[in-house]
């Protein structure tokens, strides 16, 4: 049971998103010329050329970095192709036509059914229920004046709000992904909360999915105006396959004073085969400028996919008393590598912050944490609290903990915890007295193990995301 | 970035100046060693800011200085020394300059325990110690390690053989009485399988000018010995203190080590404890700085077996505008279950211009294993305060009161009353000082 489901999560997608015709895939390679192509093709205004010819000189001068707590073979970046047109799936005409066992998968992570279509590849047109729900959400978005579209349609419709926010929050020589995504983006989520609305729903990629494939290097900015508030949940707990290796996504959030945006990832892309053959490289940019007085920025993340993840969501606490928090859950499995935490710079006075990391790690995978809490001089009445724990299942896995503490005044307060511990004999024993097997029992340990974080996610993603994680464990105890 | 890297070899070059008038040692291994030490210190840099284990610690001022070997020793008398002597530790070695000076060391008698300087005791331990001297420390990535070990001519031995448990105290006294002078203590200790002992190790000054000490210890527990090992490190204000200390733990050994941190402009302490099965380790650090400066500790408390425990709590109190450093890094090793392992780092923040960078580390590679680690930065709770001063004392004493007990904490754990109460009296006076 346990080892075909094994199988199936981490089988390749078998059909193929390579239907791309020839002549809109450029050639392989990077330099001026093909940023100058994407920009062209994609009928950019001239500054934003100018911003990407800028961090592709910056990308130049930059090293790969060699800290993170990850091993794999260098990247050559002359043999990726930066831009292809915009890909239509191939679209299916009813559920029958999808793979079976994709659909069992999905039946084992209760995705509701509409979405089940969606992600599998039906035809928006053929699916009666999601048609109606995405287009009412988008009439209810347009009333209150949030916009919400395609990095690509955003710079053709609104201009003037990419151009003031894009690259504030990292720059493009930020760090040499981050320059690379800058140079090379080609699309992304854009969304723009205008003063004092409050977002009547959660705002998903999910609307946009099916449409085409975001591609390798997404840009995602989310803006909040002063009193607005936008909940956004990126990604889905069924698996992802892309034919892309490398992905290297930039994710902007700006909140203005009283300002909130809580922003919430389930990442499953491909993690390669049990041998560690294969899968994603996930090297992520993610930051939030909580810009405003009272602003608060959360990100809530379940991390279950990829060969490689690093990230850290990070909050610039600039405004006086504002919030950052960080909730993580990473799961590694097989040959597995998670190096993913957050950073929380403290600058304004009163600022607040709070991290919950929980990292699993099981099979020959590594899983670290590694965080920076910061307290500049002029932070007075600073005050954090960290809690970092880890489980280890399995006595292959390893489980790090990195984390930088930086205090410059005597008025912060900052705790930090940290534990490790495995799934006991004995607590399985327990279980196992009271008539639940052992699968049920992992679940419910693994449950409560994640329990601060799950909390953190909308209701119908947080039990996605617990199946997601019993899932992904599977077979690995007892 | 290369323009550094020359100027770091002009000045390892000027350190290693005095290195060829070494006399040359009759052990054949000990020469080897030296000028492996040496063609290490050619390949080596001075650590940068760039370097993720110096990040937070600027040393470029140390490589500004004129150090140089020391040149003539001066001759102390034990009237200029005595303050530093302790009550309970009748066994000392004195090193004035990093040049044993016998005159006012005193010896151990009888029970076959040995704690001679190194040049007396080659002849009769040379075997003993080689598998030890300059193996326990990796000198061969550490250019502080090199330069001292490629200067290794002399050092303090104390070999305490097989189930003998030696009562008293040992002290080793590091005097530094000249200006602009690098001197390399070295000490080794060896406890045999079933021995006991206690060391100091203390680095105290009879001058404020600048100087440099870069000092290694290596020191071998052998099955079931136990080791206390306490460390005072009370140089003067403007001193560069670097040191290494490398503890290897046999089976169901146990050590237990205060290190306290006073004094110097520029300090930084690595050590090292590796533990194999059923080890135990206990090891706790002050430091109470102020004024300008910065200490410095890098531990790493290495699981290399299972069934090992280990215990570490730091604390760091900081006026002025002083800053420290802990980076404690825990490592268990794939295979070592049920390891049992606690840290915890405590900083108290006196003024706003004070400067701590914590990182308490975990890296685990096995399942079955017991490890938690805690840090906190903060300043003294103003509700304790207040309950002080609702009983009469004014809010200095208050404060004066509540920094010594965050730091006696530590201090308290020392096993000598002379030392403990000499020390605490130390730190009751910074605090007044600082508050």
Redesign the interface.
């Known amino acids: 049971m346990s080892a075909t489901l094994q199988n199936l999560v981490n089988q390749p997608y078998k059909h193929g998103f390579v239907t791309s015709i020839e002549s809109d895939v450029a050639p392989k390679g990077l330099n001026a010329d093909t940023i100058r192509m994407i920009s062209t093709k994609k009928k950019e205004p001239e500054w934003l050329l100018e911003f990407r010819l800028k961090s592709y000189e910056a990308w130049l001068k930059m090293e790969e970095p060699i800290?993170p707590n990850v091993h794999y073979p260098k990247i050559d970046f002359q043999a990726i192709s930066y831009y292809s047109a915009p890909k239509q799936k191939p679209k299916l005409k009813s559920m029958d036509e999808v793979d079976p066992e994709l659909l069992r998968t999905f039946e084992k992570l209760g995705v509701p059914l509409h979405e089940r279509m969606a992600l599998a590849g039906v035809a928006v047109d053929v699916i009666f229920d999601s048609v109606s729900v995405a287009t009412t959400y988008k009439d209810k978005l347009a009333e209150v004046g949030i916009i919400f579209c395609s990095m690509s349609e955003a710079v053709l419709d609104h201009p003037e709000l990419v151009q003031k926010y894009l690259g504030t929050v990292i720059p493009p020589s930020d760090n040499f992904y981050a320059a690379l995504n800058s140079a090379v983006f080609t699309d992304g989520s854009f969304c723009y909360i205008p003063k004092g609305v409050k977002c009547p729903m959660d705002l998903s990629t999910y609307f946009r999915i099916n449409t085409e494939e975001s591609g390798q290097f997404e840009r995602t900015l989310i803006v909040a105006e002063e009193g607005a508030s936008v909940s956004y949940l990126e990604g889905c707990t069924a698996p992802a396959f892309s034919s892309n290796q490398l992905h290297a996504a930039v994710v902007e959030l700006v909140a203005l004073d009283n300002a909130d945006i809580k922003y919430s990832t389930v990442q499953n892309w491909y993690a390669g085969d049990e041998k560690g053959v294969g899968g994603i490289y996930n090297f992520v940019t993610k930051r939030g400028l909580a810009k405003g007085v009272n602003s608060r920025i959360s990100w809530t993340q379940v991390e279950t996919g990829s060969a490689i993840t690093w990230k850290y969501p990070s909050c610039v606490l600039l405004g006086d008393n504002s919030v950052g928090e960080f909730y993580s859950v990473a799961v590694t499995n097989h040959y597995q590598q998670a190096d993913t935490g957050t950073k929380m710079i403290h600058v304004g006075k009163n600022t607040r912050s709070t991290i919950v990391s929980k990292g699993i790690s099981a099979g020959h995978s590594n899983n670290s944490y590694r965080g920076l809490v910061k307290v500049a001089?002029g932070a007075t009445g600073a005050r954090n609290y960290s809690q970092c724990d880890?489980m280890?299942?399995?006595?292959?896995?390893?489980?790090?903990?990195?984390?930088?503490?930086?205090?410059?005044?005597?008025?912060?307060?900052?705790?930090?915890?940290?534990?490790?511990?495995?799934i006991g004999e004995d607590q399985l024993f327990y279980f196992a007295q009271r008539g639940i097997d052992a699968e049920a029992a992992v679940s419910m340990i693994i449950n409560g193990f994640c329990k601060d974080v799950f909390q953190q996610l909308p209701m119908e993603f947080a039990v996605e995301a617990t199946a997601l994680l019993s899932f992904k464990l599977e077979g690995s105890v007892g | 970035m290369s323009a550094t890297g020359t100027i770091n070899a002009g000045y390892l070059e000027t350190l290693l100046a005095g290195q060829p008038q070494l006399p040359t040692s009759p052990l054949a291994w000990l020469n080897a060693l030296r000028a492996e030490a040496v063609d290490r210190v050619g390949v080596l840099t001075v650590p940068t800011l760039r370097d993720?284990e110096w990040r937070?610690t600027d040393i470029s001022l140390l490589t500004k200085m004129p150090f140089h070997p020391v040149r003539t020793t001066i001759s102390l008398q034990a009237a200029d020394i005595e303050h530093f002597y302790i009550e309970e530790a009748a066994t000392r070695l004195v090193f004035v300059d990093g040049v044993y000076a016998p005159q006012l060391s005193s010896g151990i008698a009888g029970s076959g325990v040995t704690v001679v300087n190194l040049e007396a005791g080659f002849a009769a331990h040379a075997a003993t110690i080689e598998p030890y001297l300059g193996r326990l420390t990796e000198f061969r990535d550490n250019v502080f390690a090199a330069l001292n070990t490629a200067f290794l001519h002399d050092a303090a031995l104390i070999v305490v053989p097989r189930d003998i448990s030696v009562t008293v105290p040992v002290h080793l006294l590091f005097i530094a009485t000249q200006k602009d002078v690098v001197s390399y203590p070295r000490c080794l200790l060896l406890a045999e399988s079933g021995s006991a002992v206690t060391v100091i190790e203390d680095y105290v000054s009879l001058q404020e000018d600048a100087y440099f000490t870069n000092a290694v210890a290596e020191i071998a527990l052998l099955d079931n010995a136990r080791v206390n090992h306490i460390r005072v490190q009370r140089e003067g204000a403007k001193a560069f203190h670097i040191a290494n200390c490398a503890v290897s733990l046999a089976r169901a050994s146990n050590y237990q080590s205060v290190s306290v941190a006073f004094g110097a402009r520029i300090s930084r302490y690595n050590l090292n404890v590796q533990l194999a099965e059923e080890a135990e380790c206990a090891v706790d650090g002050l430091a109470l700085i102020s004024g300008r400066q910065l200490a410095d500790t890098h531990t790493c408390i290495d699981h290399a077996k299972p069934h090992a425990v280990s215990h570490q709590m730091h604390k760091c109190i900081v006026g002025g505008g002083a800053h420290a450093v802990f980076n404690g890094k825990i490592m268990v090793r794939?295979?070592a279950?049920r390891t049992d392992s606690r840290q915890s780092s405590r900083?108290l923040?006196?003024?706003?211009?004070?400067?701590?960078?914590?990182?308490?580390?975990?890296?685990?590679?096995?399942?079955?294993?017991?490890?938690?680690?805690?840090?906190?930065?903060?300043?003294l709770d103003s509700e304790e305060v207040f309950y002080l001063q609702s009983r009469g004392l004014s809010d200095t004493a208050a404060r004066n009161m509540l920094t010594y007990a965050f730091g006696a904490e530590i201090i308290e754990r020392i096993p000598i009353s002379s030392l403990k109460c000499q020390l605490e009296q130390t730190v009751l006076e910074q605090t007044a000082t600082q508050l």
Not at chain 1, 392 to 405: C, D, M
Not at chain 2, 351 to 367: C, G, M, R, S, Y
């Open positions: 800290w001089p880890s280890l299942v399995g006595q292959n896995s390893g489980a790090h903990t990195f984390p930088y503490i930086q205090v410059a005044n005597n008025s912060s307060q900052i705790e930090h915890e940290a534990s490790t511990s495995k | 993720e937070f794939q295979g279950q900083n923040l006196l003024t706003n211009k004070a400067h701590v960078d914590t990182k308490p580390q975990l890296e685990i590679f096995a399942d079955d294993v017991k490890c938690t680690h805690g840090a906190t930065i903060g300043q």
